[in-house]
């Protein structure tokens, strides 16, 4: 997953996590705000929160990237987005090691 998961923060920590997912599924999709395809949308507790979103592509999360503002509307509320490339922490035992 290697440069297709971008890290999402900015959306109110009150929402329900199902109801983020589908909001970021759909602001992430549309093309207008350099989306593509959607390989998984999750929503981890805070605080703050966050949402992780996984692209089928790594050029659609570089395009995404290249965006400066991106904005949630939700329910008459409009919220700027902080969205950074995500990268994944290995713990020691998980490291391959080379013989």
Do not use: W
Not at 65 to 77: E, F, N, P, Y
Not at 80 to 97: A, F, I, K, Q
Request: charged share 25%; proline share 11%; net charge positive.
């Amino acid at each position: 997953m290697a440069g297709r998961t971008l890290r999402v923060r900015g959306f109110p920590g009150e929402l329900p996590p199902d109801r983020v997912a589908d909001k970021l599924t759909i602001h992430f999709l549309r093309s207008r705000n350099g989306g593509g395809d959607i390989a998984e949308v999750r929503v981890l507790p805070g605080p703050p929160p966050c949402g992780l979103v996984t692209f089928e592509a790594p050029e659609v999360a570089q395009r995404i990237l290249k965006l400066k503002d991106h904005v949630l509307a939700i329910g008459g509320m409009r919220y700027p987005l902080e969205v950074t490339l995500h990268t994944e922490e290995l713990s020691p035992d998980e490291v391959p090691r080379g013989r």
